[in-house]
C-alpha cells in the first residue's frame, strides 16, 4: 500500500481557485488510479475525479465538470485537483485514494481504492 498525504485545503469564497495536493509515499504513476473523493457533512463519499493508471486518461463527475480537473506530477509522486470557481456546495472533506487493481477508475467504487489520506477540509463561502 502506498502512503498519502492530502494537503491545500480551507477555506475561499466562491469563485475563488484552490488546488489540493496529494502526496505519496512511493511511485504512483503506471501503478496506481488515483482519485479524489468528497463528503459532505451527513452525506455518503462520492468519486469527484480520477486519472487512469497511465495518466493519459482522466474522470471528472458532472456535479464538478468544466470547473474541476485531475492532474499529476511524475517527478514528484503527487496528484492534484485543481478547483475552479468552487461553489458552496463543493464545501466537503476531501480525501485522496490509490487503487492498485484498476478497477477503480471504471467502478467508482471506494471499495476498489486500498490507501487513502487523511482528508483535508474545503469550506467554500458565498
Known amino acids: 500500500q502506498v502512503r498519502l498525504v492530502e494537503s491545500g485545503g480551507g477555506l475561499v469564497q466562491a469563485g475563488d481557485s484552490l488546488r489540493l495536493s496529494c502526496a505519496a509515499s512511493?511511485?504512483?504513476?503506471?501503478?496506481?488510479?488515483m482519485a479524489w473523493f468528497r463528503q459532505a457533512p451527513g452525506k455518503e463519499r462520492l468519486l469527484v475525479a480520477a486519472?487512469?493508471?497511465?495518466?493519459?486518461?482522466?474522470y471528472i463527475s458532472d456535479s464538478v465538470k468544466g470547473r474541476f480537473t485531475i492532474s499529476g506530477d511524475n517527478a514528484k509522486n503527487t496528484v492534484y485537483l485543481q478547483m475552479n470557481t468552487p461553489k458552496p456546495e463543493d464545501t466537503a472533506v476531501y480525501y485522496c485514494?490509490?487503487?492498485?487493481?484498476?478497477?477503480?477508475?471504471?467502478?467508482?467504487?471506494?471499495?476498489?481504492?486500498?490507501?487513502w489520506g487523511q482528508g483535508t477540509q474545503v469550506s467554500v463561502s458565498s
Open positions: 512511493g511511485r504512483i504513476f503506471s501503478s496506481y488510479v
Open positions: 485514494a490509490a487503487d492498485a487493481s484498476g478497477l477503480g477508475y471504471v467502478t467508482h467504487r471506494q471499495a476498489e481504492f486500498g490507501s
Open positions: 486519472m487512469s493508471k497511465s495518466g493519459r486518461s482522466t
